[in-house]
């Protein structure tokens, strides 16, 4: 069974600043990894994912992550938010075998001015 | 271009009512759940179905039942309605295979009073 950690459940950071959003997992099997992001009153949507190749993965709207499978984590990276990207974000795994796919508490970002 | 649409989008119900949630995908995905977001608790996963006729359950599968009639529809009911229930309600679909994107519905916020 997989499971994921978000380490943060708020991080306020200001406009222009960079933020990183910690994940880790945990899994007995090889995993997918994914980040997705939740908007105020709507549903979620993906902002990337990891299947396999280069452990950087880059995604929508500047966002990038790394995979690392010795500290079984992947965290998200930008490094110059907007007052835009305030929103929940969802770190997400799943089992390259299967279809469940189980994600963490949230991360609540606050971009201030 | 209408992906997962989930009626309704608020509802109040009385304990011991039910009802039921629709949720219908135009993307010819196999796979359809249902998930609740409770704050600080992320997605719990309700039930998911594989395709037509085969449905089974997720993480929190009591007060809740769906069916899957067709690839396009699955429906989400509540019978006995509890205050534990008032939660958010997401209906979601994917493509079949590991790794792939999860689209979600924009959610049904229900209250049980």
């Known amino acids: 069974a997989q499971s994921v950690t978000q380490l943060d459940s708020q991080v306020p950071v200001f406009e222009e600043a960079p933020v990183e959003l910690r994940c880790n997992y945990s899994?007995?099997?090889?995993?997918?990894l994914f980040w997705y992001v939740q908007y105020p009153n709507q549903g979620l949507q993906l902002l990337l994912k990891?299947?396999?190749?280069?452990?950087l993965v880059k995604g929508i709207n500047g966002f990038e992550a790394e995979f690392n499978k010795s500290q079984t984590s992947f965290h998200l990276r930008k490094p110059s938010v907007h007052i835009s990207d305030t929103a929940e974000y969802f770190c997400?795994?799943?089992?390259?075998?299967?279809?469940?796919?189980?994600f963490g508490a949230g991360t609540r970002l606050f971009v201030k001015a | 271009n209408a992906g997962v649409t989930q009626t309704p989008k608020f509802r109040i119900l009385k304990i011991g009512q039910s009802m039921t949630l629709q949720c219908a995908q135009d993307?010819?995905?196999?796979?359809m759940y249902w998930y609740r977001q409770d704050p600080g608790m992320g997605l719990k996963l309700i039930y998911y179905?594989?395709?037509?006729?085969?449905?089974d359950k997720g993480e929190v599968p009591n007060g809740y039942n769906v069916s899957r009639s067709t690839t396009e529809d699955f429906p989400l009911r509540l019978e006995l309605a509890a205050p534990s229930q008032t939660s958010v309600y997401f209906c979601?679909?994917?493509?079949?295979?590991?790794?792939?994107?999860?689209?979600f519905g924009e959610g049904s916020w229900l209250t049980v009073v």
């Open positions: 993307m010819n995905h196999n796979y």
């Open positions: 979601a679909s994917s493509p079949m295979g590991s790794g792939n994107t999860i689209y």
């Open positions: 899994s007995s099997v090889s995993v997918y």
């Open positions: 997400a795994v799943s089992d390259t075998g299967g279809f469940k796919t189980i």
């Open positions: 990891y299947l396999s190749g280069s452990t």
């Open positions: 179905s594989v395709g037509a006729g085969i449905t």
